[in-house]
T-cell receptor, first 112, second 115 residues
Framework: QKEVEQDPGPLSVPEGAIVSLNCTYS??????FMWYRQYSRKGPELLMY????GNKEDGRFTAQVDKSSKYISLFIRDSQPSDSATYLC????????????FGSGTQLTVLP | EAGVAQSPRYKIIEKRQSVAFWCNPI?????LYWYQQILGQGPKLLIQ????????DSQLPKDRFSAERLKGVDSTLKIQPAKLEDSAVYLC?????????????FGPGTRLTVT
């Protein structure tokens, strides 16, 4: 069993839709939770990060962490064609477990 | 601010050959990472440097992979000899401090094909 599981998709939605992307994890030591966006032929770029449980909002993006369920989500409101990319969740612990562990990524296409 | 630079962008080699990748991190970033991203998977950390010292190389196949970061700035990753399963994108990333390793800035990667 992988430490981080992510539905690979592909996910295709119409422009303006609300998108929900999710990851589950098994390592209870994870404390920091990130979402990276990766466009084709590019390196990942950090979208959002959250420490421990809770919600965080940034414009059209909302990240949620439920540590009791070991489940994290990224919501995209009013999705745009420019949001078409692969979304990677990533997480890490503290102290000796600072290495980032990535999910396999979900490929999202927003249709105009 | 210039981003993380990597070269070459693409490389095709035959198995058992050797190859080297180069990375120039963002100026002032103390921490440098090399990741391997196989198609359809997330990046996997190969090695992490803090300045010119190795912090974590637990997932680096040391029988064939080597990396160095002389003078704490540029870094090179080498594979010798390459295997078919080394076909992947090799990503370099940097961050200001190891404690903020969630905030990593990635380069565009080098796409390696081993035939």
């Amino acid at each position: 069993q992988k430490e981080v599981e992510q539905d690979p998709g592909p996910l295709s939605v119409p422009e303006g839709a609300i998108v929900s992307l999710n990851c589950t994890y098994s390592n209870s030591a994870f404390q920091y939770f990130m979402w990276y966006r990766q466009y084709s032929r590019k390196g990942p770029e950090l979208l959002m990060y959250t420490y421990s449980s809770g919600n965080k909002e940034d414009g059209r993006f909302t990240a949620q962490v439920d540590k009791s369920s070991k489940y994290i989500s990224l919501f995209i409101r009013d999705s745009q064609p420019s949001d078409s990319a692969t979304y990677l969740c990533a997480m890490r612990g503290t102290r000796s477990a600072r290495q980032l562990t990535f999910g396999s990524g979900t490929q999202l296409t927003v249709l105009p | 601010e210039a981003g993380v630079a990597q070269s070459p962008r693409y490389k095709i080699i035959e198995k058992r050959q050797s190859v080297a990748f180069w990375c120039n991190p963002i100026s002032g970033h103390a921490t440098l990472y090399w990741y391997q991203q196989i198609l359809g998977q997330g990046p996997k950390l190969l090695i992490q440097f803090q300045n010119n010292g190795v912090v974590d190389d637990s997932q680096l196949p040391k029988d064939r992979f080597s990396a160095e970061r002389l003078k704490g700035v540029d870094s090179t990753l080498k594979i010798q000899p390459a295997k078919l399963e080394d076909s992947a994108v090799y990503l370099c990333a940097s961050s200001p401090l190891a404690l903020s390793s969630y905030e990593q800035y990635f380069g565009p990667g080098t796409r390696l094909t081993v035939t």
